[in-house]
């Protein structure tokens, strides 16, 4: 079976012309790209945006040999892993350890032949590809470890998390299903415990959306396209209506809202989320302030400030932990909501932020930005 021909580039560095001449002729009637210098500091140069396969390299030049062209290639990380194959009059075993010890692959005696030279160059490249083969696929295994352990982690949390925040409306749900059965149960009290299970089934069923929508996030393609960001917030208000009167929340809106891209839905659940998170920890009542800046790199900052107690360092630095709670006491709220925040705006480009000083009454700012769709445009 005929082998395959060599591909590559092969740079050549020489001080003869001759030499030069008949490798070059022979390398590139093989397939071979070949790039020629005829001194060490010209290789190196070339070297620098030509990045050779593989470099034939002389040992006796006048100023910089080979030995030190060699050093100084080994010594630099683009240009580290280029095989070198010497070609050399000298027989001496002590100048062939050398070259090997400062990075050599192989060696080559002059007179050359053509054919020994082309299959040393071809056995070289060979294990090269393979080598840059093997460590792309080592990178990916690296990564798709890493991705599988973030995964496991996030599946212990969600576990814990799933348990905690749906152990609540079912305990609530079995406790007054159970009641109703009561004989001593009035009229006025079955009703309330039908209306709690009824809460309770709600709750139940919002838990879950929030974990179906957390799963899509991961998995969808998304397109953007430019946001309505009014109307959003507005739709937010409505779905938080009841809460928001049971608080006697205040909210303060921009007139004109800039114009970024995104997803509505998604952005409407990134927006209830944060809403949600404010009144529950913020003043009382609760003072809420939303707003929007245009940034100079092309995004723009969505943000939301409350009137709450403040977040110390250590607490903001947790805040965007998979499956974590802003407090450790009793709330409405749940621990999905801020991993959703970040997964989305994460696929949608953007970051999250939080900006606390700690300190009671001054509250925290919770934000996310997005691309611009136009930085001259505002609705």
Same mark, same amino acid.
């Given at each position: 079976?005929?082998? !395959?021909?060599?591909t590559?580039?092969?740079?050549?560095?020489d001080?003869?012309?001759?030499?030069?001449?008949? #490798?070059?002729?022979?390398? /590139?009637?093989?397939?071979?790209?070949?790039?020629?210098?005829?001194?060490?500091?010209?290789?190196? !140069?070339?070297?620098?945006?030509?990045s050779?396969?593989?470099?034939?390299?002389?040992?006796?030049?006048p100023?910089? +040999?080979?030995?030190?062209?060699?050093r100084?290639?080994? *010594?630099?990380q683009?240009?580290? +892993?280029?095989?070198?194959?010497? @070609?050399?009059? &000298?027989?001496?075993?002590?100048?062939?350890?050398t070259?090997?010890?400062?990075?050599?692959?192989?060696?080559?005696?002059?007179?050359?032949?053509?054919?020994?030279?082309?299959?040393?160059?071809t056995?070289?490249?060979?294990?090269?590809n393979l *080598?840059?083969?093997?460590?792309?696929?080592? $990178?990916?295994?690296?990564?798709?470890?890493?991705?599988? *352990?973030k995964?496991?982690?996030?599946?212990?949390?969600?576990?814990?998390?799933?348990?905690?925040?749906?152990?609540?409306?079912?305990?609530?749900?079995?406790?007054?299903?159970?009641? @109703?059965?009561?004989? =001593?149960?009035?009229?006025?009290?079955?009703?309330?415990?039908? *209306?709690?299970?009824?809460?309770?089934?709600?709750?139940?069923?919002?838990?879950? !959306?929030? &974990?179906?929508?957390?799963?899509?996030?991961?998995?969808?393609?998304?397109? &953007?396209?430019?946001?309505?960001?009014?109307?959003?917030?507005?739709?937010?208000?409505? %779905?938080?209506?009841?809460?928001?009167?049971?608080s006697?929340?205040?909210?303060? #809106?921009?007139?004109?809202?800039?114009?970024?891209?995104?997803?509505?839905?998604?952005?409407e659940?990134? =927006?209830? $989320?944060?809403?949600?998170?404010?009144?529950?920890?913020?003043?009382?009542?609760?003072?809420? !302030?939303?707003?929007?800046?245009?940034?100079?790199?092309?995004?723009?900052?969505?943000?939301? %400030?409350? $009137?709450?107690?403040?977040?110390?360092?250590e607490?903001? /630095?947790?805040?965007?932990?998979?499956?974590?709670?802003?407090?450790?006491?009793?709330?409405?709220?749940?621990?999905?909501?801020?991993?959703i925040?970040?997964?989305?705006?994460?696929? &949608?480009g953007?970051?999250?932020?939080?900006?606390?000083?700690?300190?009671?009454?001054?509250?925290?700012?919770?934000?996310?930005?997005?691309?611009?769709?136009?930085?001259?445009?505002?609705?």
């Amino acid at each position: 079976m005929k082998p !395959e021909p060599p591909t590559g580039t092969v740079l050549i560095v020489d001080d003869h012309p001759t030499n030069i001449g008949l #490798l070059l002729d022979y390398l /590139s009637d093989s397939g071979l790209k070949v790039l020629v210098a005829q001194d060490g500091l010209g290789a190196l !140069e070339l070297v620098d945006y030509a990045s050779p396969d593989i470099i034939l390299l002389d040992v006796m030049m006048p100023g910089l +040999d080979g030995f030190e062209t060699c050093r100084r290639l080994k *010594q630099k990380q683009a240009t580290h +892993d280029i095989p070198v194959i010497f @070609m050399t009059a &000298l027989s001496e075993t002590v100048d062939k350890v050398t070259g090997f010890n400062i990075g050599a692959v192989d060696y080559i005696t002059k007179p050359i032949q053509h054919e020994e030279v082309l299959a040393r160059i071809t056995a070289h490249l060979t294990i090269r590809n393979l *080598q840059q083969n093997l460590e792309a696929k080592n $990178n990916l295994l690296a990564e798709e470890i890493a991705e599988r *352990q973030k995964l496991i982690e996030e599946l212990d949390a969600f576990a814990h998390t799933v348990a905690h925040d749906l152990k609540n409306p079912l305990s609530c749900v079995i406790a007054h299903t159970e009641a @109703m059965d009561e004989p =001593w149960i009035t009229p006025e009290e079955s009703k309330k415990a039908r *209306q709690a299970v009824l809460e309770g089934g709600y709750k139940m069923k919002s838990i879950i !959306e929030s &974990l179906l929508l957390l799963a899509r996030t991961r998995q969808a393609e998304v397109e &953007l396209y430019p946001l309505d960001m009014g109307h959003i917030v507005n739709q937010v208000r409505q %779905r938080l209506a009841v809460m928001l009167a049971d608080s006697q929340a205040q909210l303060s #809106l921009p007139n004109r809202w800039p114009i970024a891209l995104g997803h509505e839905l998604w952005i409407e659940e990134v =927006w209830a $989320n944060y809403v949600e998170n404010a009144v529950n920890y913020g003043g009382q009542p609760p003072r809420l !302030e939303l707003g929007a800046e245009p940034q100079p790199d092309g995004m723009i900052r969505f943000w939301i %400030r409350d $009137n709450g107690p403040g977040l110390s360092p250590e607490a903001q /630095s947790r805040l965007f932990t998979p499956f974590t709670k802003l407090s450790q006491t009793p709330s409405p709220g749940y621990g999905l909501g801020l991993s959703i925040v970040q997964r989305i705006i994460d696929k &949608l480009g953007g970051q999250v932020g939080v900006t606390s000083d700690g300190i009671p009454g001054h509250g925290s700012v919770f934000s996310f930005t997005l691309p611009a769709a136009d930085e001259h445009s505002n609705r």
